[in-house]
């Protein structure tokens, strides 16, 4: 498992253009006085994307507060 981050300007922008979900899960909490939203979404289509050995699955999460 690795992170994805702004450090890695072109792999980053290449795979947020190219993500395409397969894929969808979201989930609701609350407490604490606050409501957290996250989102869950998983691509095995690396159209776009440059080649990565052993890639098989990107997986994004957004969290909302």
Aim: net charge positive; aromatic share 10%; with cysteine.
């Amino acid at each position: 498992m690795a992170a994805l981050k702004g450090n890695q300007p072109n792999l980053f922008i290449d795979v947020k253009t190219n993500f395409t979900p397969e894929f969808t899960y979201e989930q609701i909490n609350k407490g604490h006085g606050r409501i957290e939203k996250r989102h869950v979404s998983i691509c095995q289509k690396f159209d776009g994307i440059p080649p990565w050995p052993g890639l098989r699955t990107l997986i994004q999460v957004k969290s909302d507060l």
